[in-house]
């Protein structure tokens, strides 16, 4: 019956509180995953519940009936799982959401100073939109999400890990060589990398470079974002190109399960990626470290320079 089903679900739910509410006691890493209800974000929570015991994984999703039936499939999947995971509803282009969200983990875990272990800003749009469009979800989002959740991360040794794309080097290769300098220098400042943003803003995007674009600048931001904060582990990687939403129909053949777009985001959350302290490195899909400025395939030697 309706009220039968109605109250396996509230039980469900209030499992799922009771066991969160415990997952500091016992040593539980949370670990937020935004646009975590499909694609390579699903996959990334689903090897985090199969690979990491101790992992407690809080589902971003824009829409939470899709989040919702997302979270079944992974439960089914890897009914270990059960109570280990959560959808929180986050739009990452809109201040409200990310607060809301901010404040929801904040009731929930008000007596621990800091309940995230990590952070993996996954949500992003991908090919055929504007400059702008496209780096309102794939930059400001991130950034937006880093500034919001930086207070609840673990401050010593917490991990944040930003997903950007090949996309990304490819786009610097073909600039020149003072335009390449912004998107490869630790010198850079985010007032330098906006300004010339800015400048790519203001034409439309007839050369489709819009998400390389934004893939590189992500990549400048995770830099200047490790600078600030030290003590944590902060990253970018590429997921590998990989059969998805945004990808369809441009060649790629590997779903995300079926596909190792989980990798570097895991060795990233969870190893100990060689990056040294103060500075953030790009990985490519085989948790290999990699160039800014030429893309350097899976199981190439790894890149060695600045």
């Not at 999703?61 to 079944?72: C, H, I, T």
């Not at 590429?238 to 570097?264: E, F, I, Q, W």
Request: hydrophobic share 40%.
């Amino acid at each position: 019956s309706v009220a039968k089903i109605v109250c396996c679900s509230m039980r469900s739910a209030m499992l799922r509180l009771v066991l969160g509410s415990l997952a500091y006691a016992s040593g539980i890493r949370r670990v937020m995953v935004t646009g975590g209800n499909k694609g390579i974000g699903a996959a990334v929570c689903k090897r985090i519940l199969c690979a990491q015991p101790d992992a407690y994984v809080l589902m971003g999703s824009r829409n939470l009936v899709r989040g919702e039936k997302a979270m079944e499939q992974i439960l089914q999947d890897v009914p270990e799982a059960a109570g280990r995971i959560e959808v929180l509803p986050l739009e990452v282009t809109e201040d409200l959401s990310v607060a809301a969200a901010v404040e929801m983990i904040t009731t929930r875990w008000g007596d621990e100073p800091t309940p995230l272990y990590g952070l993996v800003n996954n949500a992003g749009v991908g090919f055929g939109r504007s400059v702008a469009d496209t780096l309102d979800v794939n930059l400001y989002g991130v950034r937006r999400c880093c500034e919001a959740f930086l207070p609840l991360i673990e401050v010593n040794g917490g991990r944040i890990v930003n997903i950007a794309s090949a996309s990304g080097p490819n786009f610097v290769r073909g600039l020149d060589m003072s335009q390449a300098h912004i998107f490869t220098s630790p010198q850079t400042t985010w007032e330098q990398l906006e300004a010339q943003l800015r400048r790519y803003a203001a034409v439309t995007d007839y050369e489709g470079i819009a998400y390389g674009l934004s893939k590189a600048a992500l990549t400048m931001y995770t830099m200047q974002l490790a600078q600030k904060h030290m003590r944590l582990k902060i990253n970018a990687c590429s997921p590998g190109y990989v059969l998805t939403d945004l990808t369809a129909g441009m060649g790629a053949t590997k779903r995300p399960d079926d596909s190792n777009c989980h990798v570097a985001p895991l060795f990233l959350l969870f190893d100990e990626p060689p990056t040294p302290a103060g500075t953030a490195w790009y990985y490519g899909s085989d948790a290999v470290r990699s160039p800014l400025n030429v893309y350097r395939g899976p199981g190439d030697p790894p890149y060695n320079g600045p």
